[in-house]
């Protein structure tokens, strides 16, 4: 295919008009109206093979996960999603490939009434990457710095089971479905993150671990957390492990892609109204504390030293 025929085709299957969209595909630059009286908010990721995703991923699989990494950001914001530009640089132009990756995109992007609007794509080493668009109404985003000494601290969903999926593809062994989708179709938690913005005190989303993540939280707030390692919420697979790897996974796995928030303790009640209406699992794991660091503690009130703060670029070899 040729540039111009391989966009036509993703727009096939992606919703590239809407509310908003004044110019989309096929100019230099599209051309957007942001509802009145909303701050924009903007978030980019990338995924390159052999880092975020191996040679022979399913396409459809990809084409979510791409925009659902960046929903998931907008989600810890308590943005509503609204446009995106994707970036494709592929080794060749296979139209079966194509169709499938777009149809993954596309029927998350009309799940969450996202519209494609630009992006570039060009031949070259495989890499997938989105520039997500949204609102949020003025000053009530959340962010990571308004963490307090005494908030509680929450987590969406369970712990480490895409870590625990990576793990056994990696190692040739079977994945079973729940495990593989936590893996390859994360739901981002968009309507939970516009349910906290009256409610959080600070959020994040969790890509890369649950400790390398409540990290920037607390110190983005300057304070430290205590967290009880037997309130983190696991799956029926995650309990079958041996004790050391489940906690392994769980706080430093990544990709589980819900959200980790804090809040007053009065709060509470309020936010497990919302998860319940929501049909999320939001779980109570620890606790904002004076200091600068993340204490783990087992359940009889002995200090834990986990061995791994999760995952960061640049400074340990891709898996």
């Known amino acids: 295919m040729a540039e111009f025929a391989l966009i036509d085709r993703l727009a096939r299957h992606v919703p590239t008009s809407g509310p908003g969209v004044r110019l989309s595909l096929g100019d230099d630059a599209a051309l957007l109206d942001p509802p009145a009286g909303q701050e924009l908010v903007a978030c980019t990721d990338t995924m390159n093979v052999g880092v975020h995703f191996l040679d022979d991923s399913d396409p459809r699989s990809l084409g979510h996960k791409v925009l659902a990494v960046n929903l998931s950001d907008l989600a810890a914001m308590g943005a509503r999603p609204c446009w995106a530009l994707l970036n494709l640089s592929l080794p060749r132009a296979d139209e079966a490939w194509l169709d499938a990756f777009a149809q993954g995109f596309g029927d998350l992007a009309r799940q969450f009434q996202v519209c494609l609007v630009g992006g570039d794509t060009c031949s ?44 056994k593809r990696l190692a040739g062994g079977k994945v079973d479905a729940r495990l593989g989708e936590a893996l390859d179709r994360p739901r981002p938690q968009v309507a939970l993150g516009a349910g906290l913005r009256p409610l959080a005190t600070a959020c994040i989303d969790l890509s890369d671990g649950l400790l390398a993540d409540l990290g920037h939280v607390v110190c983005a707030s300057g304070v430290g957390a205590r967290l009880s390692l037997d309130r983190l919420p696991a799956s029926s697979a995650l309990r079958c492990l041996p004790e050391h790897e489940r906690r392994s996974l769980q706080l430093g796995g990544g990709e589980d892609y819900g959200l980790c928030f804090t809040a007053a303790p009065e709060r509470e009640g309020e936010i497990q109204a919302l998860a319940a209406s929501l049909n999320v699992t939001v779980t109570r794991i620890g606790s904002i504390e004076a200091g600068d660091a993340i204490r783990c503690f087992l359940e009889d009130g002995s200090e834990f030293h986990p061995g791994d703060a999760g995952w960061e670029h640049f400074s340990q070899d891709a898996s």
């Open 124 to 167: 070259g080493a495989f890499s997938l990457g989105v520039t997500l668009l949204g609102t949020v109404p003025p000053g009530q985003a959340l962010r990571r710095d308004g963490a307090r000494v005494g908030d509680r601290v929450f987590v969406s969903g369970t712990l480490g089971d895409a870590a625990l999926a990576l793990r």
